[in-house]
């Protein structure tokens, strides 16, 4: 009897031990993300700089040997300033030989004014000869000519003693010396170049396949490299015609829409290229799940905080990424991270670190 009781209690503690129930999911962490619409395809991203749109490249009238440079690189300058000098020994010299000259001519025409007149007084008088006071007329007119010449001759030495010294023409600033001080040069050999900071450009070089397919609405965007905060957009003022052989590339120069205070010149920039396409959908390979040949994405409803699958069609796909042809919208929140360890309706939790 005591044998058939233990059997019965048994039994039934068998059959309570199994009608418990199953224990609960666990609630896994998750990182998510909300999907957003691209409109903008990007085309590239370059580097480049922030210089003037104008520059001169400055040097002397005359040949010399440079005495003394008096700025520079980076240096601002004023209309007029005094950026280099040559030895002026030279054009000294042919100052004083000219002057020189003036004096002697001077001389010369003093003489020639007084026989003129003491010829004109004997012809008044009737005592003077017509041919005498004809040579005297004329000695007295190629004098002046001659004292004319003398004295263009001094200014022009003037001029070349002046041109000793390189001037600018108009304010700016200095980006390159290419000659220094002691180099012998020649008359409008290029010795500084001046570049006035009041109009700036971005600068790039372009893959000269790219440069000859950009689309009619190309974006640029400009933004330096330590402060990508400060940027602006911008147009193409114009492509070099031809590439570089070395590099294969051409030259851009791109007109800015606004110029931030920091965009001095030479400031590193990087330049990003982008057009207008049609909306799409583009998410990371670690949001798409492949079960028996179908792709599909969990969507997060942040509300009672579960997940539930979706079908959906991947156009193309990169290393990183992959294009939707639909199955989602923008604004839906999807599972970015953890798809293959998730189930219909599970409980999630959404990690910390998740965009929002």
């Known amino acids: 009897m005591k044998r058939l009781t233990a059997l019965l209690a048994a039994s039934l503690l068998l059959a309570a031990c199994s009608k418990e129930e199953a224990p609960p999911e666990p609630v896994r962490p998750v990182l998510s993300m909300q999907v957003k619409a691209e409109d903008q395809e990007t085309l590239g991203r370059f580097a480049g700089t922030i210089q003037a749109r104008y520059e001169s490249n400055l040097g002397f009238r005359v040949p010399g040997r440079i005495a003394r440079r008096a700025v520079d690189v980076g240096a601002e300058v004023e209309k007029g300033a005094l950026l280099a000098v040559l030895d002026p020994t030279d054009q000294q010299n042919q100052l ?19 026989n003129a007149r003491r010829q004109q007084e004997l012809f008044n008088r ?18 002046r000519a001659t004292l004319e010449q003398a004295q263009a001759s001094v200014n022009q030495a003037r001029d070349q003693l002046n041109y000793a010294e390189l001037r600018t023409d108009h304010a700016g600033v200095v980006t390159a010396w290419n000659a220094e001080a002691g180099q012998v040069v020649t008359a409008g050999q ?13 600068v790039i070089d372009l893959p000269a396949g790219l440069a000859e397919r950009l689309p009619a609405d190309v974006v640029f965007l400009v933004a330096g490299q330590l402060d990508p905060g400060v940027n602006t ?20 120069r791109l007109t800015l829409a606004e110029t931030p205070p920091a965009f001095r010149l030479g400031t590193a920039i990087s330049v990003t290229l982008s057009s207008a396409i049609a909306p799409r959908i583009e998410l990371p390979l670690s949001a798409l799940q492949e079960v028996d040949g179908v792709t599909r994405i969990w969507l997060l409803d942040t509300q009672s905080q579960t997940v539930q699958p979706r079908d959906v069609t991947v156009l193309s796909r990169d290393s990183d990424s992959a294009l939707l042809k639909g199955g989602v919208k923008p604004g839906e929140r999807i599972v970015t991270a953890g798809v293959n360890s998730l189930k219909p309706g599970q409980k999630v939790k959404i990690d910390k670190d998740s965009p929002r």
């Open 96 to 114: 004083r030989a000219a002057q020189g000259d003036l004096a002697r001519v001077q001389a010369q025409y003093i003489n020639a004014q007084a």
């Open 126 to 143: 009737g005592v003077g000869a017509q041919a005498q006071l004809d040579v005297a007329q004329t000695d007295l007119k190629t004098t």
């Open 233 to 252: 957009t911008a147009i193409v003022r114009e492509i070099e015609p031809q590439a570089q052989s070395a590099t294969r590339t051409r030259r851009a």
């Open 190 to 202: 290029q010795v500084v170049t001046l570049a006035r900071p009041d109009v700036k450009e971005a």
